[in-house]
């Protein structure tokens, strides 16, 4: 603490004879000032409060600050509605940092500076799937095709339409990319570009959305910093990221938002939500007193019951574990339900046997020990514990999903789990029960945005950047 202090110092003395720099103006005012943007990948308000990948980083940074400088310091978000201000805002030292899931162009470059790449993205062209898919270049001119004005999008619209004059679209300067994404599904506009992982994200709510082709690809997304006396902070948020990085972090952040979008099952999306308009109404309230009781969020003992059940009561498996959360006899006696079939005693039972798990796992911190537990649900505690020392073993992070995901499936094979206390298990299984409950739970968080019901309680190949010339006639060559 002591070197820390001798910087502080100097900073502060430095500071006499010219305007502070970034850096010091946070350590000053306990403050990291950081500029978003309201979106699923980004920055927005959960069940519990504020979350998204850039807050989430973003607060780590600020943790990083704290414990480099020996100085509190907390992370302040503000929000721009307008995308195309979000630049300007940050060129003009409106904030410390642009943590919006910026994509790095040349012609941001002249005007802001941006840190460490954290995450590489495609543009996609999006269209839903009963409209007319573009059979090749010369049908889109006749579509009507919309952008986020500002976006990196319209820079390779531009591009394109070097070579192709008649290209047209409209750029919406108030609209996110979830509304325009809503005005495709609705078939207000034919088409729109998203980046990929945005759509991964929004797909599994709107299940009749397509990719119509990749329009660019290598997309490398950054921070951004003013081009004025940010120098130190910008080297602080460099050290930063080859932290997150070199231990993890960063890719379990990755995974937190993304990991349940790489799977997509359109059928079972849209049979998920036609369910959720049409059965889980007379079962709401008993989730919600469950959720009260137990202090886990409702919805996600709702996508648990799902994932067992469909929400069908009398649902029986092959191996004869019953009711709408499919407990097993021995369960269901030791939580004193008499009747697994009735939903009010199963749902209450459910959600106190998950709680238990839970408090079981208490040594992993959140949202790993949800997904761990979620995956005890499933194939037991005892084979999940099996997995975390076979994850240590095979020199894995027995404390992360990530590590103890690849080790389950490898509770089937004899050579590993002859040598471990609860034997064989069909260890895919769990791996994905718990991705479709992410992605059911994900889908509930959405449908019921709105809704006061929810309980505060979660278990926590283009090189350059432009589309050149050269570059789109080979775009033209491989179109569809």
Not at 3 to 32: D, K, N
Not at 360 to 377: G, I, M, S
Request: charged share 25%.
């Amino acid at each position: 603490m002591r070197t820390a202090g001798i910087i502080i110092f100097a900073l502060v003395m430095s500071t006499c004879s010219r305007p502070p720099t970034s850096l010091e103006e946070v350590l000053s005012s306990g403050e990291l000032r950081v500029l978003t943007r309201n979106s699923p990948t980004t920055f927005y308000e959960g069940a519990v409060g504020f979350d998204g990948l850039e807050y989430q980083l973003a607060t780590g940074f600020a943790d990083f600050l704290s414990a480099k400088y020996g100085r509190g310091i907390e992370a302040v978000f503000s929000t721009d509605d307008q995308f195309q201000e979000l630049l300007p805002s940050i060129a003009r030292g409106q904030a410390h940092i642009l943590a919006a899931g910026m994509t790095i162009t040349p012609e941001r470059e002249a005007v802001v500076d941006f840190g460490p790449v954290y995450q590489t993205v495609s543009q996609q062209l999006i269209y839903r799937l009963d409209s007319s898919r573009p059979a090749n270049i010369d049908t889109l001119g006749d579509k009507h095709l919309e952008v986020i004005a500002g976006s990196s999008y319209v820079d390779t619209l531009l591009n394109i339409q070097q070579l192709i004059p008649y290209l047209d679209w409209t750029e919406n300067e108030a609209a996110e990319i979830s509304e325009l994404l809503v005005g495709v599904d609705s078939k207000e506009i034919d088409l729109t570009v998203a980046d990929s992982n945005e759509f991964a994200v929004h797909r599994l709510y709107m299940p009749d959305l397509r990719v119509a082709r990749d329009l660019k690809t290598n997309d490398k997304l950054a921070w951004a910093f003013g081009p004025y006396r940010t120098a130190q902070l910008q080297a602080d948020a460099g050290e930063y990221f080859a932290k997150i990085h070199a231990n993890g972090t960063l890719e379990q952040l990755v995974d937190r938002f993304y990991g349940h979008t790489d799977r997509f099952d359109y059928v079972g999306t849209r049979k998920f939500i036609r369910h959720y308009e049409t059965r889980l109404e007379p079962y709401l309230d008993t989730f919600i007193a469950a959720s009260e009781e137990t202090g886990m969020d409702w919805r996600l003992l709702a996508a648990i019951a799902y994932q067992e059940s469909h929400w069908d009561p009398k649902a029986v498996s092959h191996t004869g574990v019953r009711g709408m959360m499919q407990l097993t006899r021995v369960t269901a006696d030791s939580l004193g339900v008499n009747d697994r079939e009735d939903p009010a005693e199963a749902i209450p039972a459910g959600a106190r046997y998950f709680a238990q798990l839970h408090e079981r796992l208490k040594d992993v911190p959140e949202p790993d020990r949800t997904w761990f537990t979620l995956a005890a649900y499933n194939v037991g505690i005892g084979h999940l514990r099996d997995a975390r020392v076979l994850t240590k073993r095979r020199g894995g992070d027995p404390k992360r999903w990530l590590d103890v995901r690849e080790s389950l499936p490898l509770l089937a094979i004899r050579k590993h789990y002859i040598n471990l206390p609860h034997g064989y298990a069909r260890g895919w299984e769990p791996v994905q029960h718990v991705s479709n409950i992410r992605t059911y739970f994900e889908i509930l968080n959405w449908l019921t945005q709105d809704d006061e019901t929810g309980t505060d309680q979660l278990p926590n190949e283009l090189q350059d950047d432009t589309l050149q010339t050269a570059d789109a006639r080979s775009f033209l060559t491989t179109w569809f």
